[in-house]
């Protein structure tokens, strides 16, 4: 690889650091490249990507970066993941796919300017959606609104009722 070729690889990462939401490394020893596309097909469809690029590149890429971190996990055959969206699914798809396949481990990542080890990243795949999460929060927020209309149509009805069997007593008399 030439001195341009390489320079532009740096430029290339630095622009996609620049707009990833998450970014996880990990080791690809022995996956074929069949079984990467795989992967990458995958990442596609929750905002994510697979690339791989020398450890030196990466490097000089993530230099000054809140990615900066990752620089100690930069050894072997490394591979990155890049999130550009929902981080929960990214690691969702990448834990899944690292208990599938015993040749692909996670060494760690970082989001939010935060280092997360291998679990922290298998943890955060355990939970919930973005899109779950926002479910359960309308659910807890129309919580109180159904149970006022429940009230008030309780007792209007309960109202209703003794209107109608006073004025049954007062026609009785």
């Known amino acids: 690889m030439d001195r341009q070729t390489k320079e532009e690889t740096v430029i290339d990462l630095q622009s996609r650091f620049a707009s990833a939401t998450a970014a996880v490394v990990t080791e690809y020893k022995g996956l074929t490249v069949e079984e990467l596309n795989v992967l990458r097909r995958e990442l596609r469809e929750v905002s994510g990507e697979y690339r791989v690029a020398k450890n030196t590149l990466v490097a000089l890429a993530i230099d000054g970066?809140?990615?900066?971190?990752?620089?100690?996990?930069?050894?072997?055959?490394?591979?990155?993941?890049?999130?550009?969206?929902?981080?929960?699914?990214?690691?969702?798809?990448?834990?899944?796919?690292?208990?599938?396949?015993?040749?692909?481990?996670?060494?760690?990542?970082?989001?939010?300017?935060?280092?997360?080890?291998?679990?922290?990243?298998?943890?955060?795949?355990?939970?919930?959606?973005?899109?779950?999460?926002?479910?359960?929060?309308l659910g807890v927020l129309s919580q109180p609104a159904t149970r006022l209309v429940g009230a008030l149509s309780a007792s209007g009805g309960q109202l209703a009722r003794l209107l109608n069997e006073r004025m049954s007593q007062l026609n009785s008399d």
């Open 65 to 137: 970066t809140p990615y900066l971190s990752l620089k100690e996990l930069l050894a072997g055959q490394n591979g990155l993941v890049l999130g550009y969206g929902d981080i929960v699914g990214l690691t969702k798809v990448v834990a899944r796919y690292a208990s599938e396949n015993e040749k692909f481990t996670i060494k760690g990542g970082v989001t939010e300017g935060q280092f997360l080890e291998t679990a922290g990243i298998e943890e955060l795949a355990t939970l919930p959606s973005r899109e779950a999460l926002q479910g359960q929060l």
